[in-house]
């Protein structure tokens, strides 16, 4: 059987690492500002919002939160933006998406200050991804680099397979995967013969967004598979876009959802948030 990369470990791993050096900030007086900006009563989007809140409060940062009504308009939510732009105790900013359908989500996160854009949505930062010369990474994607890196696995000259090429993680995952000298291959709904591509992946990163989509035939014996999905089943359990079950005595590592890739994403963000209030408070390195 495949070994299980616990995505809660390595997560509490890098928040542990993260407290301690903000404690170290806080000796020097320099305190780290997250501001989480909601708008609407989504119940997927309270959640997260109250995991990314106690993720501040475990690793030290101030949590600062903006609950909307679902009807604010875009002008009100563009004027808040600005204040968090200009406010200093804040060093990151992220506005929890889908926003409702009457605003413009482009629109609002282009008017985050890339130094603020602690999500890596903004252009700015998705260019800068692109041509490796980053100082945030999207929290999903890099989250995915740090299993893949707990299990030992060298990435340079491996054969990788992003399948899903969404803006949030198929893309840029690809990139990050390219950065570390992986030969990658992007998977969408119109490659002709998908499953002989995936076979062909000693590092299967899977982010469709179909339930159990990729089953024991799609993988490479002895592959690490990375499953981003999160997904329903037919009885309405949670599950992602590998056939867990199927897949886990094929692949050499396997992360199960959930608990896998989902508790690295919000440690990410954190890392992401340290990185900004160090270069907003012009520090380098402890």
């Known amino acids: 059987m495949g070994q299980i990369i616990d995505g809660k470990a390595v997560s509490a791993k890098v928040k542990e690492e993260i407290r301690l050096e903000t404690e170290k900030l806080k000796e020097q007086g320099v305190e780290i500002g997250l501001a989480v900006v909601i ?5 997927a989007s309270q959640v997260y919002v109250r995991n990314k809140e106690k993720a501040c409060e475990t690793v030290g940062f101030n949590s600062f939160k903006y609950a909307l009504p679902a009807e604010t308009t875009e002008e009100e939510l563009l004027d808040l933006v600005k204040k968090l732009n200009d406010d200093d105790r804040v060093d990151g900013i992220l506005v929890q998406l889908p926003l409702p359908k009457h605003l413009d989500d482009k629109v609002i996160i282009n008017n985050i200050r890339p130094d603020k854009d602690v ?42 397979v992003v399948v899903g090429r969404s803006n949030i993680v198929g893309k840029p995952q690809a990139m990050l995967l390219l950065h570390n000298n992986g030969t990658v291959t992007i998977c969408h709904s119109k490659t002709k013969n998908l499953k002989e591509v995936c076979q062909r992946a000693d590092i299967l990163v899977a982010a469709v967004g179909r339930p159990k989509m990729i089953t024991a035939e799609y993988i490479k014996e002895g592959a690490v598979v990375i499953d981003v999905g999160m997904d329903r089943d037919e009885n309405g359990k949670l599950c992602g876009d590998v056939d867990f079950e199927d897949c886990k005595d094929k692949a050499s590592f396997i992360t199960p959802v959930p608990g896998g890739v989902g508790p690295m994403t919000i440690a990410m963000l954190m890392r992401n948030t340290l990185t900004a209030g160090k270069a907003h408070h012009g520090i380098e390195q402890l």
Request: aromatic residues 6%; glycine residues 12%; negative net charge.
């Open 39 to 43: 708008v609407g009563d989504d119940p």
């Open 119 to 160: 999500d890596a949505f903004h252009p700015v930062n998705v260019g800068k991804i692109m041509i490796g010369d980053y100082s945030f990474l999207p929290c999903t994607p890099a989250g995915v680099m740090e299993l893949i890196k707990s299990t030992g696995t060298d990435i340079a000259g491996k054969e990788c």
